[in-house]
């Protein structure tokens, strides 16, 4: 326990109260030198928000002082609620007027205000900034002769920045540019600030997907030693001895079977029935931990981006492209490190034994699911006859992925049956298409395949007690639940209680297949369930139905599976003694932490960016009509759903044929005079009436 942590022990205790500087040297028994390091220490605690220093001098803890610490969620209205750090406490509404000058993003300490009983979320006045989460800001800066204003991206901050026509630095009107501020906001101004980035017009699609970046934050370089240790490692070599100390598999018909646009290829497969009772699979990782060692240089950068980013034309890679797209890649005819999992799988989808061990394989088909589609399902002649030594296998592979299906379906696993889109974009970046894209038998055999891969391991290694990093999903809340009960109700359907097995949930999935509500309920099926995190404490994952999971498949872009693989392999190697099992849990739950922050980001960033490259695609449609469904009705508009997946909306001051009234019970939108009405499924004609790039918006009028 080191100073400060004494510190905060000591007034944890159930009879500190607020004591002066002098009073605590006394109750500390503090002399000499260590008064210099005690108000450093205070000081510290202080800014970190710990603890408080009163007006009257005083040191304690806020939560002894009815004082909440959190993170503030603006509003484009200027009022924001606090989202406490202490989980058991309920979220605090801020007024505009008691925000003091904090922003959104900001960690601050409330004070609970006394609100009347009648009010859902209790009030809060803001009396001590801790952090400021913006200090820059991305916007749309606009000028006038002797000043201007950056207008925030995130509507969540509800200030535009004032900016003096010296600090110009050389923005022009209507361009995204990058202010610094100078100046936080209060009572009676902006925040002010200084141009420090032009990041490029507004009417260029590009400079709004860089927005983004910059605003969340990627990194979308790598530093230059980490490119250098790339480099180094890259061209090592297999020596003879590392050879030895795997099971050599380069003579087996390993294949590997991916988009055909992937260049890191981290999982091969391999399949055989053994019997009529039994079936053994074989997956193979790339062994990227034999390249990147702990705590180096790309072992760091690494755990920092936590997760490869795919953009709809480009990744932005976890590593750096010598070891994604090189040395650690699976590339056809080239022999390469491995870690292994065989498998002996039995006609129920049991998984009666099984290995984990270091390898090296020889990849002998590089496969795409489109070819490995045409071979299985419409029995594609010229593809048959080129890869006629691998055919049987690939039937041996349909077959096992079906029992494993079923398998999982038997025990109640949710399988969404969402269409999945793919942006096609030219050589600049631009999206020319927008295509449903459909999960065809090749890729449910590589999910299979990897879904039961994943499975085995984490059950290995919960079992060997052993500090890892497990793949939780948390059972639903009830109220939320309830809310979906309620929603499905609408359409005909119900679940028994708020409490709910998943198995229930497929089964409601099974029914509306292939009905118009199929898309709307996936959907709000998947709103009300939690999301699935990363964390070192074994716990089940409900939309699986599994016992024990893990990601160990995909080292290359997850930086998880890259330190299971290091558990692992130091366990094969016995390295780890009993202090070191206590730095590996450790260890552990940041790699948890920072993967499930950075799983986050990385979504949030591909949603964002898809979104704009899809406006970028509509934008010379305008006028054009399509048949769609509606796929959202709420008090603003319906929004439309196209056949390719495009959503827009009918915003209800375009519905002029009507004044329509939004009943929030049966979720729709309905006529007064005419008694039409707008609901989830209908299916409707629009036209594309407006499109903005740089909101991501689609605007539709009906026909």
């Known amino acids: 326990m080191n100073f400060k942590e004494k510190i905060l022990a000591f007034m944890k205790e159930e009879i500190y109260k607020p004591l002066t500087f002098k009073e605590l040297l006394q109750a500390l028994g503090i002399e000499g030198k260590m008064k210099k390091a005690l108000l450093v220490a205070l000081n510290e605690l202080e800014d970190e928000g710990k603890i408080i220093f009163t007006r009257s001098e005083r040191y304690g803890l806020p939560e002894k002082m009815n004082l909440v610490r959190g993170v503030l969620e603006g509003h484009q209205k200027g009022f924001a ?8 406490l309920q979220d605090f509404f801020i007024s505009p007027a008691d925000m003091n000058g904090a922003m959104h993003g900001d960690r601050v300490i409330v004070r609970p205000m006394k609100v009347s009983e009648d009010v859902k979320s209790p009030q ?3 009396i001590r900034i801790i952090e400021r989460a913006n200090p820059y800001v991305i916007g749309t800066f606009q000028k006038s002769r002797h000043f201007g204003f ?13 900016v003096p026509k010296e600090e110009f630095n050389g923005a022009k009107e209507n361009t995204k540019v990058t202010v610094k501020i100078t100046e936080w906001p209060d009572q009676r101004k902006n925040p002010e600030g200084t141009i420090v980035e032009v990041i490029g017009d507004i009417e260029d699609t590009k400079t709004h997907i860089d927005a983004v970046l910059l605003a969340k934050k990627v990194r979308q370089v790598f530093p230059e030693d980490v490119i250098r240790e790339a480099k180094r490692v890259s061209q090592e070599g297999i020596r003879e001895a590392e050879i030895k100390g795997r099971k050599d598999l380069r003579n087996i018909n390993i294949i590997t079977i991916d988009g055909s646009d992937a260049k890191d290829l981290d999982d091969a497969v391999y399949a055989e029935k053994l019997n009529d009772n039994e079936y053994l699979l074989g997956v193979h990782i790339a062994d990227v931990t034999h390249y990147v060692k702990e705590d180096g240089k790309l072992d760091k950068e690494a755990f920092r981006r936590g997760t490869s980013i795919y953009l709809t034309d480009r990744v932005i890679p976890m590593l750096p492209k010598e070891l994604s797209n090189g040395v650690c890649s699976l590339n056809p005819g080239e022999d390469k490190l491995t870690l292994s999992v065989e498998m002996v799988i039995n006609k129920d989808g049991r998984v009666v034994d099984y290995k984990i061990f270091e390898s090296i394989v020889n990849n002998r088909y590089r496969m795409t699911y489109d070819q490995v589609t045409e071979i299985l399902e419409n029995t594609n002649e010229e593809l048959t006859d080129k890869y006629k030594d691998i055919v049987p296998m690939l039937k041996t592979m349909e077959e096992l992925s079906m029992i494993l299906r079923k398998k999982r379906e038997l025990r109640g696993a949710i399988d969404f049956e969402f269409p999945e889109r793919k942006v096609i974009s030219d050589e600049t970046g631009k999206a020319i298409d927008v295509r449903k894209y459909e999960r065809k038998i090749s890729n449910k055999i590589i999910e299979e395949f ?10 290995h290694y919960y079992w060997l007690n052993m500090p890892f990093v497990y793949r939780v999903h948390e059972d639903p809340d009830e109220e939320k639940m ?3 009960s309620k929603f499905i109700h609408n359409f005909g359907y119900s679940l028994k209680g708020n409490v709910v097995h998943p198995k229930e949930l497929q089964q409601l999935l099974n029914k509306i297949k292939d009905k118009r509500e199929e898309s709307i309920i996936n959907n709000m099926m998947l709103r009300s369930l939690k999301k699935a995190i990363y964390s070192p404490d074994a716990s089940t994952h409900f939309g699986l139905a599994a016992e024990y999971y893990c990601h160990f498949t995909s080292p290359i872009r997850r930086y998880p599976d890259l330190q299971i693989h290091r558990i692992i392999k130091g366990h094969i190697k016995g390295k780890y003694s009993e202090d070191g099992l206590q730095k590996l849990y450790e260890r552990t739950a940041l790699a948890a932490e920072q993967s499930s922050k950075m799983e986050r980001l990385a979504d949030e960033v591909e949603r964002d960016t898809e979104k704009i490259r899809i406006a970028e695609f509509m934008s010379d449609k305008i006028g054009q009509e399509y048949e769609g469904v509606v796929s959202g009705v709420t008090n603003f508009g319906v929004f439309v759903e196209l056949e390719n997946t495009v959503e827009g909306l009918v915003h209800i001051s375009n519905m002029v044929d009507d004044y329509y009234i939004y009943d929030d019970e049966k979720k729709e939108l309905f006529g007064q ?10 299916r409707v004609k629009v036209r594309v009436d407006n499109v903005s790039i740089p909101k991501a918006e689609i605007d539709f009028a009906l026909i």
């Open 482 to 484: 309830y809310e979906f």
């Open 450 to 459: 990897m879904l039961v891969c994943n499975e085995t391991v984490a059950e």
């Open 673 to 682: 005079g005419s008694h039409k009405t707008y609901k989830i499924g209908d």
């Open 150 to 162: 950056v207008v925030p991206d995130d509507k969540r901050i509800a200030f535009d920045i004032f």
């Open 124 to 126: 809060g006045k803001v």
């Open 81 to 88: 609620f606090l989202i406490p750090e202490d989980k058991s």
